[in-house]
């Protein structure tokens, strides 16, 4: 921010308007001099007031009616009036304050008096004026510093530039990241902050993984350098910050682990397949077995059963020679029957004719 002109009337010190052109000469360095009480902190305290609406130091707070003159006739209304250029990118744009402070004015009719409020204005580099309530955030924007700051960085009063230097960190840091604009760049290192904690975050997660996998390889006892790896092993899991040599050399070591792992799976893959295929010779040859026991027992049973039958054969017999007698006497008992039945019919039909004789 930088002062181009400042007017003032009624205001402390500054009874008459009183205009003060800081581009009459072309120079960036002026002495303000004069005798004590001549208002030489009057002039500070209007580009103040201008801008944050308070003119003060730290130790002597003015506002309000005690920033009205006492040199004027009460019916002038006090002002300030403020024209300052702030950087744009190669340019530069001008802003006007006007800020009347709260004072008091004769009434228009009979005796007395009335106090007014304080009013701003602000008129933007286009011509056009910003909205009064909103006045003062934006010039606490335009200007980047709060009034608190600009006292400590821009408009030191006097006796007060002790409290920039015994400041704390953080307070200095924030007034000159807002005089410097280096915003930007805190905001870069907030952001590589973040992606730094993530990015430890994520590490840790895949430390714990890692250790949690590694905690799960079985080491051969029957491996010559079993005992080495083991000891590894043990350091990776309790270490709390992961080695990356020390995960090389374990993936190192398990890859030649796994080699000999490999040989000693496929030898022992090529006797599986053996002992297999003469499990399933004798497999296939007790089958058989059990096959050719069945058909020994069943030929013993039909042996039996034909001794059985050989000393059973008279009694065969016997009973054939019954079977075929018993069927002879039904067959004759049948020709019995109709000789029978014959003989009754023969009976009854002489009987019928001795009777119709």
Known sequence: MRPLRLTMQAFGSYGKRTVIDFEQTNQNLFLITGDTGAGKTTIFDAIVFALYGEASSGMNKKNGTELQSQYVDPGVEPFVELVFSEAAGDSREEYTIRRVPRHVR???????????????????????EYPQKETDRKLEKIVGL??????????????????????????????????????????????????????????????????????????????????????????????????????????????????????????????????????????????????????????????????????????????????????GAYEIQAVYQRYMDAARTLESKKKNLAEQE
């Open 106 to 128: 004769p009434l228009k009719r009979g005796t007395g008096v009335k106090e007014e409020s304080e009013s701003v204005a602000l008129t933007m580099p286009d011509g056009s």
């Open 146 to 327: 709060t009034k608190s700051q600009f006292m400590q960085v821009v408009m030191i009063a006097q006796g007060e530039f002790m409290e920039l230097l015994r400041a704390k960190s953080d307070d200095k840091k924030m007034i000159f990241r807002k005089l410097f604009h280096t915003e930007l760049y805190a905001k870069i290192v907030d952001e590589l902050g973040k992606r730094r904690k993530g990015k430890q975050q994520e590490m840790a997660q895949i430390r714990t993984v890692c250790q949690t996998e590694v905690s799960h390889v079985d080491v051969p006892e029957d491996y010559e350098q079993a005992e080495e790896l083991t000891e590894l092993k043990k350091r990776i899991v309790s270490s709390d910050q992961l080695s990356a040599v020390d995960m090389e050399r374990l993936l190192g070591d398990l890859g030649y682990l796994c080699d000999v792992l490999k040989e000693r799976c496929d030898q022992a893959q090529k006797e599986y397949d053996a002992a297999d295929r003469k499990h399933l010779e004798k497999r296939d040859a007790y089958t058989a077995g059990i096959q050719l026991l069945k058909r020994f027992d069943e030929l013993e049973q039909a042996d039996q059963e034909l001794s059985g039958c050989a000393s059973e054969e008279d009694e065969i017999r016997k009973a054939e020679e019954k079977i075929r007698r018993i069927s």
